[in-house]
Nanobody
């Protein structure tokens, strides 16, 4: 059974940093795409970052490029999202996700989700 458990959310001032973790069980993160999504109040969930299993290439939504970094530790089966230079508009619930594909091509390829972790960025 696929299970994803996020942690590391919290409250931070603008310009600060947070590191989100996603502990996976029931499957190997290294054999599937891993990603992070977020949903702000009143908005649709959006893809933020993805890392391919085949070549570890990373992809980011334009709004976080240069500030967020997705990574994956295959030994511990854990994915991470390092978030730097946080802005109030980054406030959202962040979800870890995976899918059966090897390469990041579409946000719609993700089909398993964690329960989410709240990130609040104050100005």
């Amino acid at each position: 059974q696929v299970q994803l458990v996020e942690s590391g959310g919290g409250s931070v001032q603008a310009g600060g940093s947070l590191r989100l973790s996603c502990a996976a069980s029931g499957f190997s993160l290294g054999e599937h795409i891993s990603g992070w999504f977020r949903q702000a109040p009143g908005k649709e969930r959006e893809g933020v970052a993805c890392i391919s299993s085949g070549d570890d290439r990373t992809y980011y939504v334009d709004s976080v490029k240069g500030r967020f970094t997705i990574s994956r530790d295959k030994a511990t089966n854990t994915a991470y999202l390092q978030m730097n230079s946080l802005k109030p508009e980054d406030t959202a619930v962040y979800y870890c996700a995976t899918g059966s594909h090897y390469y990041c091509t579409r946000w719609a390829d993700f089909d398993s989700w964690g329960q989410g972790t709240q990130v609040i960025v104050s100005s």
